[in-house]
């Protein structure tokens, strides 16, 4: 794991208020997940979604990092959305976070629209209906940013996918279907599909976990 950096310290202290686990769990993610990477991919302002939110880290993250997004947090676990509310009201960030239902896929017009570590845990029919969805939600010049891990170095897929299934089966702290990561080839290709300009870049040197990043841009 990496240090947290200055933002992430910030994020971390606006839970100061959750319980003991879900502290934990933030400060894990803010130290594993390339947070800095996932800010400088995503437009200074406009209007974000981030899909699939849960905790609402990477939400604040987007918010202390530019003034000028709206944020909006979606996810299935209203529990977590607790959390996510209680940490912007003490941060003091307008970041607005609703729970949908299961199946719900993005919708509407967004600038934006981040989905961190989230695909992986709905199969891959639903994950790629995801991909469409978002694709399809964006504004003129909007821009999706997936971030997931990728299938090699092997050994650090197989850390990453040992400790996904500890999350979902054992400490129960992720919803899902299931942990099936999705090589980033299948991502690029479905963003492509849809008339997205692809880039992707490899964020797993200096990291125990294999990160990649996938950022497609609607044209103008």
């Keep these: ?57 990477v939400a604040l993250y987007l918010a202390f990092t530019s003034a000028a997004r709206e944020i909006t947090g979606m996810d299935v676990d ?64 909007g821009v999706v940013v997936i971030k997931e891990i990728d299938v090699r170095p092997r050994w650090k ?7 996904e299934h500890a999350a979902t089966k054992l400490v129960r702290i992720t919803k899902g279907t299931g942990v099936q990561f999705l090589p980033p080839r299948q991502i690029v290709d479905r963003l492509l599909t849809a008339g997205l300009h692809v880039e992707q870049h490899s964020l797993h040197r200096g990291r125990l976990h294999p990160h990649h990043l996938i950022v497609g841009r609607k044209a103008a």
């Design 78 to 141: 209203g529990a977590k959305l607790v959390h996510a509310r209680a940490a912007a009201d003490l941060a003091g960030l307008p970041i607005g976070f609703e729970q949908v239902p299961p199946l719900y896929r993005p919708a509407g017009e967004w600038d934006a629209i981040t989905i961190v570590d989230v695909l992986y845990l709905l199969g891959e029919d639903a994950a790629l209906d995801v991909i469409d969805g978002a694709a399809a939600a964006l504004a003129s010049g």
């Design 1 to 57: 794991m990496t240090k947290v950096d200055a933002v992430g310290q910030r994020v971390r202290a606006a839970y100061a208020g959750a319980p003991r686990t879900e502290r934990l769990h933030v400060a894990a993610r803010l130290r594993s997940c390339p947070m800095r990477a996932i800010a400088d991919a995503t437009p200074p302002s406009g209007r974000v979604l981030d899909f699939g939110c849960g905790h609402g880290a």
């Design 157 to 163: 897929y197989w850390l990453a996918a040992g400790q």
